[in-house]
């Protein structure tokens, strides 16, 4: 039952900012949007997450949409070193709904 | 602080044997998760913890595999008996808490059972 949808790969040219979507049409109010990365080999890593507003921390920014039903990544000036698997995810703040779900993620491969 | 710490790195077993996978997540965290990665499944969440209690096991595939966190700084996963369709990288990760924050995983263990 997945409850993000994004593309299976997309491509960015190194130094140009990488725009990652997400769809999350049911997404209820009590859930969180959170990014996480998966680099070959290594566990999950942490991005980012918001709730509505849009965030920006030293990795990402997170821009949500005002209806709250998708959502974008960017990662401003993409290198060799972001090739990755980047996973949206929409997690409750509270309860057995909150664990970390993940799904099939976007894989990004950044090129010279 | 090391980040959360699993060991071994690598596990080569035959089928039939108990396997146990051990955890140390970051001090202080009191939310616990075991993942199981594959190339056919992703990423799956087995089981997790909340102040060494597990809440939501749902994901814990049949009853060889089961999971203890004795105390608030070690968690085990254990399969017996192994079979070769558990061979996956196992991850553990920790939170301060369920709610609104982000969980830290550790370099997971590659298993094989051959």
């Known amino acids: 039952d997945a409850k993000t949808t994004q593309p299976p790969s997309m491509d960015c040219a190194e130094g140009r900012a990488a725009n990652l979507p997400c769809n999350h049409s049911?997404?209820?109010?009590?859930?969180?949007v959170y990014w996480y990365r998966q680099i070959h080999s290594q566990g999950p890593q942490y991005i980012i997450h918001?709730?509505?507003n849009n965030e920006t921390n030293e990795m990402a920014s997170l821009i949500i949409t005002e209806d709250r039903k998708s959502s974008t990544l960017i990662l401003p000036h993409a290198t060799l070193r972001d090739t990755a698997v980047y996973y949206c995810?929409?997690?409750?703040?509270?309860?057995?709904?909150?664990?970390?779900?993940f799904g099939t993620g976007t894989r990004l491969q950044v090129t010279l | 602080d090391a980040g959360v710490i699993q060991s071994p790195r690598h596990e080569v077993t035959e089928m039939g044997q108990e396997v146990t996978l051990r955890c140390k997540p970051i001090?202080?965290?009191?939310?616990l998760f075991w993942y199981r990665q594959t190339m056919m499944r992703g990423l799956e969440l087995l089981i997790y913890?909340?102040?060494?209690?597990?809440?939501?096991d749902s994901g814990m595939p049949e009853d060889r595999f089961s999971a203890k966190m004795p105390n608030a700084s070690f968690s085990t996963l254990k399969i017996q008996p192994s079979e070769p369709r558990d061979s996956a990288v196992y991850f553990c990760?920790?939170?301060?808490?369920?709610?609104?924050?982000?969980?830290?995983f550790g370099q997971g263990t590659r298993l094989t059972v051959v």
């Open positions: 990760a920790s939170s301060p808490w369920t709610e609104n924050t982000e969980a830290f």
């Open positions: 049911t997404i209820s109010g009590n859930e969180y």
């Open positions: 918001g709730l509505k």
């Open positions: 995810i929409v997690r409750a703040t509270t309860g057995t709904a909150s664990k970390l779900t």
């Open positions: 001090s202080g965290h009191n939310s």
């Open positions: 913890f909340n102040n060494n209690v597990p809440i939501d």
